[in-house]
């Protein structure tokens, strides 16, 4: 009578090694597209933070009505963001672009317009428009 071995063979280890590898494999591809999602839903996050950031600065300091008649800001904006300013007539309709400069110069001659469309994008690294807010502001009462 042989005695029994206790233990495994090596081709039983080889199997069960296979099988895990295979089983590994599709679970890691299931989980991939989560990674990727994730990563995007990070950039656009951060770029709506960005632009909200920059919309806040902008109505902030545009309480000031040398700013707002300027149209522009003094502290800087976040990184990758595009600022375009629309001028609105009394019924808010659109009466032509201004230049959004930063730092703050003198204002132009002039009255600025009863408000202003603020259109702001932000861009994730490789510049692509990940968020865009518009808002409208009503010149500041001095």
Not at 98 to 108: D, I, K, M, Q, V
Not at 124 to 142: K, M, N, S
Request: hydrophobic letters at 40%.
């Amino acid at each position: 009578m042989r005695a029994r071995r206790k233990g495994l063979t090596l081709i039983e280890v080889l199997i069960a090694l296979a099988i895990f590898t295979v089983l590994l494999a599709a679970v890691t591809q299931g989980l991939l597209p989560v990674f990727s999602m994730t990563q995007k839903s990070q950039e656009q996050l951060d770029a709506n933070q960005r632009a909200e950031q920059a919309l806040n600065l902008i109505r902030s300091e545009w309480q000031d009505p040398g700013k707002y008649a300027a149209t522009c800001v003094d502290p800087p904006l976040p990184i990758n963001v595009e600022v375009e300013v629309t001028a609105l007539d009394a019924d808010a309709r659109p009466h032509g672009s201004l230049a959004f400069s930063r730092p703050c110069g003198s204002p132009p001659a002039g009255s600025p317009p009863p408000a202003k469309r603020v259109t702001v994008r932000a861009k994730d690294p490789r510049g692509q428009v990940r968020a865009t807010l518009v808002f409208d502001i009503r010149e500041p009462t001095p």
